[in-house]
């Protein structure tokens, strides 16, 4: 990372700080740590809402912590926090209000931005989605030819699609029988044609999810989508069945949605935070309006704690700084995100956008190159396929990942036995991680010398465990939460704008010009038709070779 410095976290003195505790710390044993402290277990700990979280098998000790903190306060985080919970504008860059938060306050909440009380037009919206998904629930909104709703398809991508199908899958245990969602979002027409396999049009209403409307892998999508319906009940059908959810009432209405069946959102939400806005109908539909309303109220718990809990007990803070902890000083680049839970299958890709998309960035808020690393590669499956897939690696590679365990005492489901099992090796994997096992140990098991090092464990591999008591909507309301004020946290402290995403648009610009490039019937050139070469030569031989294959 190149480019001029500005007087930031990373160059402030509690940074040189933290760094001079890492090198105190960087050989350090987990087992010294808790040998050295009984209590250890118990003191790095917290409690935040229903989630409750253990950072005791973390390669640090209380100063390091008190630290680390010092970058928080260096950061004026708090500020930031009141900054973005007033609405002011804290994405510089699109000069927008950063308000997802506001989208879970209560009813009778205020928050005056620009003259409007936007709490009350979430909760006009929150009200709309609630009459909507109760009428397709209970068969009252019927399709073209009278019949019921069976199945819904939301058709988005990234923000517009990761949260409902991670939050879909996640509350499985929630969702009204009888009625299914779907969701497509690859603009790789597989998706589509396999979503609409085997459905009856009649039955199918189709959410077209996007904060933009303008989104290419969306509008192709919801057009080809369209096509199905109307090939099968004609043009008249298309009311019935289609309905969208979008910041932008020209485009719905040009698209040929009724805007009366559009559900809005704002400009202040941000895409990959934006679920629990109207992007979440489809989720509704499927849950119901009281379980989206607990979700939100969990949310909302989260976002209290964060705004109010002193840092040394708040834990989006804490997450925050382990990883940057990590990441800055350990020199880590990824941090694995390890749910033992089935319905929390898509939850690491969920993150990997509200992460990556977030604090994947080089250049802070002054516009200068970061000196520091930024956001790490997230990743992870559910345990325990994981387990007998990469942990391997994780036990026992060269590599140090960082990890997040996530439990829950009581399953929503009845196989007691299964989830006992289960949560035996969520517990067992960060011990065997943190602790591992010696070589003396393994002699002592009369294991051949030859075999010794390959099945010695060297541990000290850091985890933190957080478990609930069951994965309800008011949870995962929370753990989102969670995961998006850590975020936000980092981001304060890299000094980075976490709320624009500038890096996805070039390859969107090159893909635009490739696209006409590969349907065109011109002989295939390399002039850009400006004396320059259109691509480079690696490329203009893939799109011809791609041409001369079609
Ligand atoms: O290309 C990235 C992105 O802009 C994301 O930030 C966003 O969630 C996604 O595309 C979809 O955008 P939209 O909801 O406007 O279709």
């Keep these: 990372m190149s480019g001029p410095t500005t007087p930031t976290v990373i160059d402030s003195p509690a940074w040189l700080e933290v760094k ?96 409007v009380n936007v709490v009350s037009d979430v909760h006009v919206v929150l009200d709309q989605m609630a009459t909507f998904s109760t009428r397709v629930r209970n068969g009252d909104w019927k399709g073209a030819t009278g019949k019921a709703i069976r199945t819904v398809i939301n058709i988005g991508i990234g923000g517009s699609d990761l949260g409902p199908a991670m939050a879909y899958d996640a509350l499985a245990a929630y969702r009204q029988e009888g009625l299914s969602c779907r969701f497509v979002s690859n603009v790789d027409g597989a998706d589509l044609w396999g979503a609409v396999a085997g459905l009856d049009p009649a039955e199918t209403l189709f959410v077209i999810s996007s904060k933009t409307f303008t989104t290419v892998e969306t509008l192709t999508n919801a057009r080809s989508a369209r096509t199905w319906l109307v090939d099968a009940l004609g043009t008249d059908a298309v009311p019935h069945h289609f309905v969208a959810v979008s910041t932008n009432t020209d485009k719905v209405a040009q698209f040929g949605i009724d805007t009366a069946n559009m559900f809005r959102f704002w400009d202040w939400v941000g895409g990959r935070y934006s679920y629990d806005s109207a992007i979440g109908l489809s989720l509704m539909i499927a849950v119901g309006p009281d379980h989206f309303r607990s979700m939100l109220e969990g949310f909302h718990a989260m976002d209290e704690h964060f705004r109010t809990a002193p840092f040394a007990h708040n834990l989006p803070v804490i997450l925050a700084l382990l990883g940057v902890w990590y990441g800055d000083f350990f020199g880590t680049q990824t941090h694995a995100v390890l749910p033992y839970s089935h319905e929390l299958g898509k939850f690491a890709a969920y993150l990997q956008q509200l992460e990556m998309e977030s604090n994947g960035k080089s250049i802070d808020r002054n516009g200068v ?22 942990y391997q690696l994780i036990h026992q590679g060269t590599v140090l990942i960082p990890s997040d365990f996530i439990g829950f005492a009581r399953p929503n489901h009845p196989l007691d036995v299964h989830h006992n099992l289960l949560m035996a090796n969520f517990l067992a994997q960060t011990e065997a991680l943190a602790f591992g096992k010696t070589a003396e140990e393994v002699r002592n098991e009369g294991v051949p010398e030859h075999l010794v090092a390959h099945k010695t464990f060297a541990g000290n591999h850091p985890s933190t465990t957080i478990m609930a008591p069951q994965l309800t909507p008011h949870v995962l309301g929370q753990l989102v939460a969670l995961y998006e004020h850590k975020v936000f946290t980092q981001g304060a402290i890299w000094n980075i704008n976490s709320f624009d995403q500038w890096g996805v648009e070039l390859g969107k610009v090159l893909a635009t010009r490739i696209n006409a490039e590969l349907t065109s019937t011109d002989a295939p050139s390399n002039s850009g038709g400006d004396g320059r070469a259109a691509h480079d030569s690696s490329t203009t031989a893939l799109i011809n070779r791609y041409r001369s294959m079609r």
């Design 20 to 115: 001079a505790h890492f090198k105190r710390l960087q050989a350090t044993d987990l087992r010294n740590l808790f040998a050295a402290d009984e209590d250890r277990g118990t003191t790095f700990a917290l409690q935040a809402v229903d989630l409750f979280a253990d950072y005791s098998k973390h390669l640090m000790d209380a100063d390091a912590l008190g630290a680390l903190l010092k970058l928080a306060e260096v950061a004026e985080l708090r500020g930031q926090i009141d900054a973005m919970f007033a609405g002011e504008r804290i994405n510089v860059t699109e000069d927008r209000s950063v308000l997802h938060v506001a989208l879970r306050m209560p009813r009778d909440a205020t928050l005056v931005v620009d003259g």
């Design 369 to 390: 190159g970061v000196t520091a690393q930024t956001g790490p590669v997230v990743w992870g499956t559910p345990g325990t396929n994981g387990q007998h897939a990469y």
